[in-house]
DNA sequence: ACCGTTAACCTAACGGTGCTAACCTCCTCA
DNA sequence: TGAGGAGGTTAGCACCGTTAGGTTAACGGT
């Protein structure tokens, strides 16, 4: 928890039409306070208005509430998520390469953004309709849904439903994060040696389905 | 979220030796409370002790903090789920019927108890060493260790390790079961069905490894 | 050059939170 | 018949998310 200074704000007020500078700048306080204190509850509203040198109701000019704010951040983390597995996919030799990279890619994400992983796939959605997160995050489940489909035409995968695959695909990978993220001190042994071994069962799983 | 009363306590104080009876009270209001809420933060000391008769310091004389209030919670929670998962594998008609009927209870489980599941799978252990929760879980993991052992030594899943098998059983399981809870406007198809199929591709791929 | 409007903030405050220090009260045992 | 401790209480701290309402400064119009 990042208690308060209670030092005045500082900052010079942004001009006319620049009112979104600040927005911007909150979302930036708002994730890396996020990623050093480890969870959404312990980042306060006033911790974040302190770090961007303005005082707190500052932030409700901005967004709703925090959990909008936090929403927002999520949205952001989403669609890194996706452009980070994209990035290494790139590398992939062969359809089949290229699924086991996107979940090697998705668990290294998940481990090394941990409390970002936590608010995308761990969190409390409530009973927000209007979820950007939710969004990006579907975003980023259709490109498995089209990389398990790449597999299935080349034959790769037999002739799995591409949507079952991948939602089987998924949560296993899943699973696997989150586990991981949850139990830290758990035995697990070594970590690439168990990504790839479940690699090798959900594929050869799907194989003979 | 439950907002105080305020209204005094009445519970009359209990008698010399049986301070524990409130801990027991104390841990039956936190567990309705929290399956009431749906979430740990939304149900404050001040919620329990109302609900107890009881005034808020009063916790403290039974529990530590929250963390460790919710904690205890977590591992009778545990408990209940390790029985669970005993009670329909019971049912059982050979080992490997065993294993499925247990990743079936499980996901049953968590889904009917989502927010009790959230506590146990999802939480945040922070620094707790002393961790009851951790213990009954481990317990419980390590019955599912047993399940497949007797799958391999009758030969139903090959000669895979039974630790190894289990850590990929158990994520694949808490994957499906974890997403569900945390998307449960994804669109997963028939419940079911889903989960019998990520028992067949589990099975089979560890099978073929 | 002045004025009204309004975007972009601020101050003060409300009711809630986890938690603690200090007090009280009643039962039990010597 | 007291002493003492178990089993509470009252009062209060520092912080929380959030809101009502005031302040300041940049703009367009005249």
Redesign the interface.
Known sequence: MIPPTGTTATRTRAKRGDGDKLREVILDAAEHLLLET??Q?AVSIRAIADRCEVTAPAIYLHFADKEALFLEVCSRRFRELDSWIEAASRKATDPLDELRIRGAAYVSFGLEHPEAY?LL?????EGRIDDPG?EAGRDSFLHMVESVDRCVKTGALGGADPY?AS??L???????T??MI??PNFE??ERDQ?VE??L??????????
Chains 1, 2 share one sequence.
Do not use: P
């Open positions: 480890g969870s509850e936590r796939m761990m969190g409390r959605r939710m079952q939602l089987v998924w949560s296993g990978i899943h699973g696997i989150s586990l949850s139990f697990w042994g168990l071994h479940m090798d069962v959900l594929i050869e799983g799907v194989l003979s389905t």
